[in-house]
Each structure stands twice: as C-alpha cells, then as structure tokens.
C-alpha cells in the first residue's frame, strides 16, 4: 500500500509538472533559450551604449604649410600683356579667368601679381585642395608675357608606418592611392574616416613632399588596439530564478590575421546558470563586407521562485553566421545592412525527465543606423526574423523588432539618455527564445531580468546622469573612485498571446509600471559595480483582448 501511494505520489508530482510546462510555455522566461538570447541582447545594448558616448574625431591629416610671401614692390613697372598659366584639374577656367584677366592689357606692380597667385590660393584651400599651389616663378618678362605656375600635387610613394599586427596591405586596399593620380586632401580623408569608423585600427596621415617635383608622398600611421584584453565583471542585475549576482570574464583578441578581424570569448555564471559564447569577426573584401560568426552554449538551473520544487534545469544552443554591409558611412552617420542565420536548440528537464528538444532555424535581415555630432548621438535598428521550417526548424513564425537609443549632453555635468524597444507578431505562439523581455539592467531596472515576456512587447526608459566637470576631473586622483549619479524613469510592458477563454484571467500578461530610483553609482577604476536599484510599482492587468 505503501509502495503505491508513492507511485500515485510521484505521477501526481509528474503531472503538476508537466501541467506548469505547458501552462507556461511558450512565455516562459525560465527557458534556458531565453536566457541565452536575452544577455546576448543586454551585450548588444551594452556595447551599443558604449558606441553612442564616443565623440567622432575628424582623422589628422598634416599637410605642410607655405610660408609667408616676401614683401613684393608696390610699383606698377610690370606691362601684361598675357599671363600663361598651366592647366588646372581642379579650378575650373571660368574661376581663374576672373582672377587673371583683370591683369592682362594693364601696368602693374610685383605685388598685384602676387595678390592674384594669393587669391588663386585661396581657391584651393576652399576646394579642400591643401597640397594644391600656384606659384610665381622667377622669371624675365619679355613682351609682356608673365607666367603663372599650378602645381596640382599627384601621388608619389604610399608608406604605412606602425602596423605590427594588421596588414598594411589591408590598409592599402582601403585607403586608395595610385601613384601618379591627383592627391585629393578630401578625398583621403573621407578614406581615413571610413576606416576609423569600420575597425578598431585607427588611422592618420601625413603628406610630404615627393622624391620627383610636382608629386606627393603620403604617409600613413596605424595605431593599434592592444591584441589581447581581458576583464572581469560582477553585478547583481541578473534574474532571481537563476540568481541574480553574476560574475564573468571576457576575453578580446585583436589582429589574429592581419586583417582587422577580432576573436571574443564570454562566459557568465551565476548560481543557476552558466553561459560560454564565443564569436569571430572578418572583413571579406575592401568594401569591408563582414563575416559574423558566433557560437554560445548554455545551462540553468531554477534556485528560486515558484518553480524551485520541481528540479528545472535546461540547456540551450545557438550557432549563428551572418553578413554586415555597410551602406554609408562618414564621420556623422553610420547605415548598414545585415542578415544573419541561426540554428538555435534548447531543452528542459523536470526532476531529471528531459522535455521534447526544440530547434529553430532562424533568419534575421535588418537595417540600423547611427548620428553622431558634438552633442548628440542616436541609433535605430529594425530588423525582421522569421522560424525556417524548411532548413529543419520546429517551429515557423515571423515577429518585428525595433530599438532606439538617443544620448544627448546637456551641459559639462549633465547627460540624457533615453532608450526604447518594441516587438510585433501576430504569430500566436512564439519560442520562448524568440519572445520580448523585459526586465533588468537595460530595460526596467529594478525587476529581475526578463520578469516579463510576451509576443509583443515594449519599453521605454529615460535616464539623467550627473558627472564631474571638467575643472573637477583634472583635480580629482585619477586612481581614485569616482562617483556618478543617475535619476531614471523605466516602463515596459509584455503581451502574450491569449486564447479566447483565458481573456479575463490576468496572469503574466502584464506590464511594468514606471520603475524610479536615483541610485549613486561608485565606480572603482577596474571594476563597475551596479547597486540595486531602488523601483516601485509592479502593476499586473491584462494588455491584450483577442
């Protein structure tokens, strides 16, 4: 008897569990996929962020400079009759003519002829044109014939000084110049700030005279990342289920080829979760096409929360290549293209009874793009992803994903940042991996991370940050802490889909109301360290009516 309330027991528990499983699938944001795909996408935040603080810096580029013109004769001695000038492939003739043929057919002195060479001058520096110069050569004026000189600098010798580990060839491909061509100042500098923006390498050039006359030689120089990086990192902005304390470590390698490629390498843990990604990126050709690959595998097991009797632990996979095509860049704006294949795998278990394996098979295309200026920066991205039944995937569904950042500096101390996200689908039932969260350090702060998931979802966060000023970050130790304050707004809401007969229960089809706090941030010079947020306001209501 005995013997069988224990198996009666252990079925009822089976079923409890079984039952829970499917009540929350597929919004459940205990999933081992979702967890997965929800620090990816706080990294992708994270990095994003880091991206928007960072001023643009127009490349150097010397150019050596003329010196000053000796005094010429004020004397007007000098008949014109014609003045011969060469052939410009920059200044067009209606430009020089004005200059020069108010001269020609009159007296006038060695200055007014230096006037004109000044104004012609002018011209060139306003075309950008700074290697560019006309030039009066000594000369003896015979029938009146005077000879003006422009010389329109072409390429020399090409030289790239300071790379170690990348390539110079690839920074050859990259920043044109043939030898003989006309040396356009802009035109290199559009080169360097495309470069700039694209890689890590940063450039800049110097132009010095060439070996033969009327050629330029240009002098390019490479400054490095370091190859290796390496840091460590605790928080407490992780989820309660799993434990929110966390740890890691990331490893960075720069140059492994030559060619601006990068090798990264993640791992997290926390009481009930562990995760290890690694990711490889490559330029393909000189239109710096890009190559992503990454691969990140996962582990969780449930320590807190409702959940926490019935033993959930779960693994989760994701291999993903994509493509990333720069449409424009330069040194204010950033548009790129990009589309990206995953073979995404994930399974649960309930006291030790694995659950059925899910594989997805999932196609992202998107757009995004980036504005930068002295006091303002912004980023978007839209991107469409879609389940590919027929590569072998489970499940098929299609959902749209949006995101914003805007960062604005107020004054010297005061900055605003200001964040949204927003997902559709008319899919009924989403992956768990493929639902929006919310919740956590970049979404609702204050609520543990992905507390909310839904099919549709969104958020929106405001966020003033008070620093030093100037004058008090050059008198402050510079091994010392430094403090920072924060006064943020965050609301978010996530919308599963709801049958019918389920549409007055309110379950968690809910939303996030306004999350506040001021924290004050102390930041030691090796390691951040995130405090809890104070936040009010959990509000639980229905958000769809299907």
């Not at 150019?63 to 014609?82: D, F, L, N, Y």
């Not at 979760?273 to 582990?299: C, F, I, Q, T, V």
């Amino acid at each position: 008897m005995k013997g069988t309330i224990t198996r009666i027991t252990a079925g009822l528990g089976l079923a409890l569990a079984t039952s829970l499983a499917t009540a929350q699938q597929p919004g459940t944001a205990e999933s081992p996929g979702a967890i997965q795909q929800q620090q990816q996408q706080e990294i992708d935040r994270r990095l994003r962020e880091e991206r928007l603080q960072k001023r643009p810096v127009a490349p150097e580029i010397s150019v050596p400079q003329g010196g000053p013109a000796a005094p010429a004769s004020t004397a007007k001695t000098i008949r014109v009759e014609q003045i011969l000038i060469d052939r410009s492939e920059i200044l067009t003739q209606a430009q020089i003519d004005a200059i020069i043929t108010p001269l020609e057919g009159q007296t006038v002195s060695l200055a007014d002829l230096q006037q004109a060479i000044d104004a012609l001058n002018a011209l060139y520096t306003a075309a950008g044109q700074a290697t560019a110069r006309a030039i009066l050569p000594p000369q003896t004026i015979k029938d009146g014939l005077v000879r003006f000189r422009l010389v329109e600098a072409r390429v020399g010798e090409v030289r790239v000084n300071g790379a170690e580990a990348i390539d110079p060839a690839f920074i050859t491909d990259r920043v044109r110049l043939e030898a003989d061509e006309l040396l356009s100042v802009p035109v290199l500098e559009s080169a360097l700030v495309r470069f700039n923006r694209l890689h890590s390498t940063q450039l800049r050039a110097g132009v010095v005279a060439g070996s033969k006359f009327g050629t330029t030689d240009v002098e390019i120089t490479a400054v490095e990342p370091p190859r290796t990086k390496f840091s460590v990192f605790f928080d407490n902005a992780g989820r309660d289920t799993v434990g929110e304390t966390r740890g890691g470590l990331n490893a960075r390698f720069a140059n492994l080829l030559g060619r601006s490629d990068t090798l990264q390498f993640l791992a997290t843990r926390t009481e009930g979760a562990e995760n290890y990604a690694l990711s490889y990126s490559l330029p393909l050709d000189w239109h710096d096409l890009r190559l992503d690959l990454s691969a990140s595998k996962g582990n969780i097991s449930i320590v807190d929360g409702p959940f926490e009797p019935l033993d959930i632990t779960g693994s989760s996979s994701d291999v993903t290549a994509g493509l990333t095509y720069p449409l424009q860049v330069t040194l204010t704006d950033m548009w790129s293209v990009y589309g990206r294949l995953s073979a995404r795998e994930s399974s649960s278990a309930f006291g030790g009874l694995e659950q059925e394996k899910l594989n997805l098979r999932v196609l992202t295309l998107g757009v995004s793009g980036e504005h930068q200026s002295d006091n303002t920066a912004w980023y978007v991205d839209h991107s469409l992803a879609s389940g590919i039944t027929a590569l072998g995937g489970d499940e098929g569904f299609l959902y749209y994903r949006g995101s914003a950042t805007r960062f604005d500096r107020l004054s010297e101390r005061f900055q605003l940042l200001l964040r949204g996200g927003l997902q559709l689908s008319d899919t009924r039932f989403l992956p768990a991996s493929e639902l929006f969260q919310i919740g956590g350090a970049y979404t609702v702060r204050g609520f543990s991370e992905g507390l909310l998931s839904g099919r549709n979802g969104y958020f929106v966060s405001a966020e003033l940050r008070i620093g030093r000023t100037l004058e008090e970050y050059q008198a402050a130790d510079p091994d010392g802490p430094t403090l920072h304050g924060i006064v943020f707004i965050d609301h978010g809401g996530a919308l599963p889909y709801r049958p019918g007969n389920l549409k007055e229960v309110s379950a968690r089809q809910t939303h996030l109301d306004a999350a506040h706090g001021h924290p004050l941030c102390r930041c030691l010079p090796a390691m951040r360290q995130q405090f809890p947020d104070p936040a009010v306001g959990l509000r639980r209501q229905s958000l769809e009516h299907i």
